[in-house]
């Protein structure tokens, strides 16, 4: 079983920056493809990244923009969102798969996170 945490979110204005970080629970946190979901209000939860080893996925729309990255030694996943606009206003998840795929499927989910960005 892994426990994921997320941490980060809030209100930021358009073209500002965010980090949000996501600590897991668990002994084999390496081998696990992680990956960062956002569900906006009256939409689909997307996928926005993943990232297995030092491989990385990203959907179009977050393409140059964001950023995953990983911590294997702090069991930590982050993502690096800059130049934000408030169509990424969302509740952004956390998620942990056990596959080898970059889009899963995931299998553990965190709480997630508000990120809400004003014009």
């Known amino acids: 079983q892994v426990q994921l945490v997320e941490s980060g979110g809030g209100l930021v204005q358009a073209g500002g920056s965010l980090r949000l970080s996501c600590a897991a629970s668990?002994?084999?946190?390496?081998?696990?493809?992680m990956g960062w979901f956002r569900r906006a209000p009256g939409k689909e939860r997307e996928i926005v990244a993943g990232?297995?080893?030092?491989?990385?996925d990203y959907v179009d729309s977050v393409k140059g923009r964001f950023t995953i990255s990983r911590d294997n030694a702090k069991n930590t996943v982050y993502l690096q969102m800059s130049s934000l606009k408030p169509e990424d206003t969302a509740v952004y998840y956390c998620?942990?798969?056990?596959?080898?795929?970059?889009?899963?499927?995931?299998?553990?989910w965190g709480q997630g996170t508000q990120v809400t960005v004003s014009s």
């Open positions: 998620a942990a798969s056990l596959s080898s795929f970059l889009r899963g499927p995931y299998n553990y």
């Open positions: 668990g002994r084999a946190f390496g081998s696990y493809v």
């Open positions: 990232i297995r080893w030092s491989t990385t």
